[in-house]
């Protein structure tokens, strides 16, 4: 995995929970890293989903939902170093729709040993978008959080089904995205 998604989760465990804390999810996990990550390197997916199990079980928090928290906080750090101008996209629906064959290109043509998950989409209606996420990381939960990380930026409202997932049997993920306009 990317090095950016471990210093983007060493901030956000140092920001809002000390850097006492990650010092003992480092000592407690004992990754190959050490802890030490650099964004442009890659690391095991094993040392990321190790740390957030043992921060479940420190927390008391479940595994995806603390998964989420952690999509929504990383959607900042991504947008704000995106490879590709975004800045004339206005709303949700239209950056969802240009994350696989925009975002993920520059990224992969920067990073080309980046493994990144594909999107397809579908469109229901107006206020409705299907995304199926597909991966052999499974981390449908992260793109969830990503998802309303981005609904944050755009300061609008979306509601997220998940009725299908690769962790229940599932070739895909479907997330059905409602819209429900712009916060007040």
Not at 135 to 143: A, E, G, I, P, Q
């Amino acid at each position: 995995m990317q090095g950016s998604i471990y210093t983007a989760f060493s901030d956000m465990i140092v920001e809002q929970m000390g850097m006492e804390q990650w010092n003992e999810l480092i000592e407690q996990t004992d990754p190959p890293s050490q802890g030490i990550y650099t964004s442009g390197e890659q690391y095991l997916d094993s040392e990321l989903i190790n740390m957030v199990q043992a921060l479940s079980i420190k927390t008391g928090i479940d595994v995806e939902p603390l998964i989420e928290k952690f999509g929504r906080y990383l959607f900042k750090k991504l947008y704000d170093t995106s490879p590709v101008d975004i800045s004339n996209l206005n709303n949700l629906k239209s950056f969802l729709l240009v994350i696989d064959n925009l975002i993920h290109v520059e990224v992969k043509r920067l990073h080309p040993e980046a493994y990144l998950p594909t999107f397809e989409y579908e469109t229901i209606d107006d206020n409705t978008l299907i995304m199926y996420y597909s991966s052999k990381r499974k981390l449908c939960h992260v793109s969830i959080g990503l998802i309303f990380g981005a609904a944050d930026q755009f300061n609008e409202t979306v509601l997220i089904e998940h009725p299908e997932c690769m962790h229940h049997g599932a070739s895909r993920c479907k997330l059905v995205i409602n819209f429900k306009g712009h916060n007040e």
